[in-house]
T-cell receptor
Framework: AQRVTQPEKLLSVFKGAPVELKCNYS??????LFWYVQYSRQRLQLLLR??SRESIKGFTADLNKGETSFHLKKPFAQEEDSAMYYC???????????????FGRGTQLTVWP | ETGVTQSPTHLIKTRGQQVTLRCSSQ?????VSWYQQALGQGPQFIFQ???????GRGNFPPRFSGLQFPNYSSELNVNALELDDSALYLC?????????????FGPGTRLTVL
C-alpha cells in the first residue's frame, strides 16, 4: 500500500536559517513525488516535482530511493515561505495509482523575522 | 486563463441529505480529480474522471459519485450524508500531456453536515 509520512506537523525557523521538511514514502513500484504548498488564504499549488529536478523559490528536493525519502530543503528561509507544505506521490503505471495523488498530512512552516 | 473554480464556497446540510458540488476545470484540462480534506489532514483521493469516464477510485463508498461533462466541468454527488462527511472538498484538473500527478486545484467547497 502507498503511504506518505510527514513526521513534523509544525516547523519553525528564523529568517535566513536553513530549513528541511521531511517526507518519507512507501510504495510498491516507481512513484513520482511532488511537493505542494498552500499559502495563507490561497489554494493548494504545485511547488516542485522530483522528475523536473528543478529549484523553485530556492527550494530543492532529492528523491532518495534507498531511504524512500523526498525531503524539501532551502538553504536560507524567507518569511514569505511560511505556509503549509504537503508531500505527495503518484504512481506511474497506468491502471494502478496513475493520476492519484496520495498526500501526507502536511507540515506547517513558520519563518520568524 | 481563469483557473479551476468550485461552487458553492460553503454548504451546510443535515445528516441523510444529498449534496452536489461543482467544479469547472481550466481550459485544455481533460482530467479532473476530487479529494476530501478533513481538518488537520492531507487531501484524500476520492475519484478521477478522464474524458467523461471514471478513471480510478479511492477508498470511498458508492454513495460518493461523480460526473464529468463534455466541457470538462464536473460534479461530485454525495448521498445519505453522514457527520464524517464534513470536510473541505477539492477539485483538481490536469492538462493534456502533463504528468498525471501535476494537478491544478480549486479553492474547495467547505461542507458541514449537522
Amino acid at each position: 500500500a502507498q503511504r506518505v509520512t510527514q513526521p513534523e506537523k509544525l516547523l519553525s525557523v528564523f529568517k535566513g536559517a536553513p530549513v528541511e521538511l521531511k517526507c518519507n514514502y512507501s510504495y510498491s513500484g516507481s512513484p513520482e513525488l511532488f511537493w505542494y504548498v498552500q499559502y495563507s488564504r490561497q489554494r493548494l499549488q504545485l511547488l516542485l516535482r522530483h522528475i523536473s529536478r528543478e529549484s523553485i523559490k530556492g527550494f530543492t528536493a532529492d528523491l532518495n530511493k534507498g531511504e524512500t525519502s523526498f525531503h524539501l530543503k532551502k538553504p536560507f528561509a524567507q518569511e514569505e515561505d511560511s505556509a503549509m507544505y504537503y508531500c505527495a506521490l503518484s504512481g506511474r503505471r497506468r491502471g494502478s495509482t496513475l493520476g492519484r495523488l496520495y498526500f501526507g498530512r502536511g507540515t506547517q512552516l513558520t519563518v520568524w523575522p | 486563463e481563469t483557473g479551476v473554480t468550485q461552487s458553492p464556497t460553503h454548504l451546510i446540510k443535515t445528516r441523510g441529505q444529498q449534496v452536489t458540488l461543482r467544479c469547472s476545470s481550466q481550459s485544455g484540462h481533460n482530467t479532473v480529480s476530487w479529494y476530501q480534506q478533513a481538518l488537520g489532514q492531507g487531501p484524500q483521493f476520492i475519484f478521477q474522471y478522464y474524458r467523461e469516464e471514471e478513471n480510478g477510485r479511492g477508498n470511498f463508498p458508492p454513495r460518493f459519485s461523480g460526473l464529468q461533462f463534455p466541457n470538462y466541468s464536473s460534479e461530485l454527488n454525495v448521498n445519505a450524508l453522514e457527520l464524517d462527511d464534513s470536510a473541505l472538498y477539492l477539485c483538481a484538473s490536469s492538462p493534456v500531456g502533463a504528468s498525471a500527478g501535476t494537478q491544478y486545484f480549486g479553492p474547495g467547497t467547505r461542507l458541514t453536515v449537522l
